[in-house]
């Protein structure tokens, strides 16, 4: 018996017979992958400048809102002239005496020429009615308050009309000047604590407002060796305080250290300050200068002189805590003083900074300007 194969035929793939039967539905799914990408990119881009218009109309409303806001400012302050300082005119009453602050008088004059029309300087031992009577004063200010005025030269500043200020210095004697305080408008002092006490003296505005340092001595200079130390702390070394528990720690043992304040006596191997010495050289030659409970004049000198400092909270002076470093306890005080120690570019770099503080907020043209703020606006 003969057995016959069957003939096969040929077969396609289910590929090749999807292609063949539905030739269309796979350029029509091409196209369709096509047209969605350029779909999404479209839709992204809608929705990119949809959020850029909104953006755009927000601040055009705010924008007109701000406009409204100026022009109700600028109205305002069209109903109260401001004063022009260039046609003011200032009487300066400085010190007889040569002192220490006589480069105060000279520098505070210099600047107040470049704010106001016309400025006249006299010592207080010459006669203020020659000066007052048949003259345009806008301003007369005395400054230190070291020289008494006299009876006549008081008499003759009552009866003028311009507005009298006095600008106080560390040096002034609050207690000599009761007598004389009520026959100012406002009364300048550098600091802080002696606002109380001047205003019951009488009725006068009274602000802080400290003396520059000057530039001419207070600035970044090179030194001697005996000027040099590691550490130079200025405050009273108290039991209870930080300075003295600064002076028993143990990261003071192979530093060179100068001390200036009182309780230092017990310590012998710290170098006392004399009071003849330089303070601007020995600020200069000093790494770290540590500050407790000081005056305002004493952080900006030491600022004037690129050194970096640490500042107990306590302490009077600008209240910059960007520019000034400060520290409220032993444990804080001694965490920082390590660390500046060993990071000398962080330590240089918070000096230039406090240096430049001092430059372009606290000069001698930036501190005549806040006064004549003050008293004029």
């Not at 218009?53 to 809102?65: E, P, V």
């Not at 406009?67 to 260039?86: F, G, H, L, M, N």
């Not at 040099?228 to 003295?244: F, K, M, N, Q, W």
Request: net charge neutral; hydrophobic share 35%; glycine share 4%.
């Amino acid at each position: 018996m003969v057995i016959k194969k069957r003939r096969s035929t040929p077969t396609k793939s289910r590929k090749n017979r999807r292609t063949v039967q539905h030739p269309n539905k796979v350029y029509l799914r091409q196209i369709n992958a096509t047209l969605n990408r350029k779909l999404k990119s479209i839709q992204h881009h809608l929705v990119v400048q949809q959020s850029d218009l909104q953006q755009h109309l927000m601040k055009i409303i705010q924008d007109g809102k701000e406009q409204t806001v100026e022009s109700k400012d600028s109205r305002a302050v069209s109903d109260s002239p401001r004063v022009q300082y260039k046609q003011l005119n200032v009487l300066l009453i400085t010190p007889a005496m040569e002192r220490e602050s006589s480069a105060n008088s000279i520098l505070i004059e210099q600047s107040l020429r470049h704010l106001v029309q016309h400025v006249n300087e006299i010592k207080t031992i010459q006669p203020v009615a020659d000066h007052t009577s048949g003259q345009q004063l806008d301003l007369i200010l005395v400054l230190h308050g070291e020289d008494v005025l006299s009876n006549q030269n008081l008499e003759a500043m009552s009866a003028s009309s311009a507005k009298k200020a006095i600008w106080l210095s560390d040096q002034s004697d609050l207690k000599q000047m009761e007598s004389i305080i009520p026959f100012f408008d406002y009364v300048f002092t550098p600091n802080s604590a002696d606002i109380p006490s001047d205003q019951h003296m009488g009725n006068v505005s009274c602000h802080e407002l400290p003396f520059p340092p000057n530039p001419t001595v207070f600035c970044p200079q090179v030194v001697g060796r005996e000027y040099e130390s590691d550490v130079y702390i200025i405050g009273d070394a108290h039991p209870g305080s930080c300075l003295y528990a600064l002076a028993n720690h143990a990261w003071l043992w192979d530093k060179k250290v100068r001390v200036e304040g009182e309780g230092w006596k017990d310590f012998g191997a710290f170098v006392p300050v004399q009071p003849h010495e330089l303070r601007e050289k020995l600020y200069n030659g000093s790494k770290l200068v540590v500050q407790d409970n000081s005056s305002a004049r004493r952080i900006m000198e030491v600022a004037a002189c690129g050194t970096f400092q640490l500042v107990s909270a306590a302490s009077s002076g600008p209240e910059n805590t960007d520019a000034f470093k400060r520290y409220a306890t032993i444990e804080e005080l001694v965490q920082k003083l390590g660390h500046y120690w060993d990071h000398v570019e962080q330590r240089r770099l918070a000096a230039s900074q406090a240096l430049s503080y001092m430059k372009y907020n606290q000069s001698y043209l930036h501190k005549c300007l806040q006064l004549m703020d003050i008293i004029f606006q």
